[in-house]
């Protein structure tokens, strides 16, 4: 059965760094765009990445561009979301999803995983 | 950039039938996706491409949508449903997802 965990979640400063990863297993990781989306407390769902099955095509919500960067390794079936000069704002359950294309090219998300929780405080 | 609304709240009898609405323009062209999420849980896909089950999802669950609104419809409700409901599109502008602020399914 498709499995998502995320892992890397954690208390940071103001202007620091961390790096979550999403293990993936079940499916043909390789075959699938990948996202992460995050849920900041008592908030609605954000998306705040993608990335193609190869990993030649990114984007980025406008809040994180410049500071977020996404990969992954499909050697290892994993996602990867590199996080700098975080502030308080991006504090939030950060979800990894499987993202589906469909023919019309919409898009959207079949498996989520149980989420980590980053936490941007002094 | 593209706008998704939804009720903040919409509450039902157990037994009854709710409806949760999703607002945007010409949300039928851009195929509406829906998303339960219980407290303390990851979301999970209830309806995709409009109107199209996951499986494991119950028959209860439906998705339509006319002109510029979306409608998820859960029949004979149960307390089990009580959770926020999420649509999501994708904005073809921008070329990235889109999701309503959420509707908070109250089961009295």
């Known amino acids: 059965q498709v499995q998502l965990v995320e892992s890397g979640g954690g208390l940071v400063k103001p202007g620091g760094s961390l790096r979550l990863s999403c293990a993936a297993s079940g499916f043909t990781f390789s075959d699938y765009y990948m996202s992460w989306i995050r849920q900041a407390p008592g908030k609605g769902l954000e998306w705040v990445s993608y990335?193609?099955?190869?990993?030649?095509?990114?984007n980025y919500a406008d809040s994180v561009k410049g500071r977020f960067t996404i990969s992954r390794d499909n050697a290892k079936n994993s996602l990867y979301l590199q996080m700098n000069s975080l502030r308080a704002e991006d504090t939030a359950v950060y979800y990894c999803?499987?993202?589906?294309?469909?023919?019309?090219?919409?898009?959207?998300?079949?498996?989520w995983g149980q989420g980590t929780l980053v936490t941007v405080s002094s | 950039s593209y706008v998704l609304t939804q009720p903040p709240s919409v509450s039902v009898a157990p037994g009854k039938t709710a409806s949760i609405t999703c607002g945007g323009n010409n949300i039928g062209s851009q195929g509406v996706n829906w998303y339960q999420q219980k407290p303390g849980q990851a979301p999970v896909l209830v309806i995709y491409y409009d109107s199209d089950r996951p499986s494991g999802i119950p028959e209860r669950f439906s998705g339509s949508y006319s002109g510029n609104t979306a409608t998820l419809t859960i029949i004979r409700v149960e307390a089990g449903d009580e959770a926020d409901y999420y649509c999501q599109v994708w904005d073809v502008s921008s070329d990235h997802p889109v999701f309503g602020g959420g509707t908070k399914l109250t089961v009295l």
């Open positions: 990335i193609s099955s190869s990993s030649s095509y990114t």
């Open positions: 999803a499987r993202v589906v294309v469909t023919a019309t090219n919409s898009h959207y998300f079949d498996y």
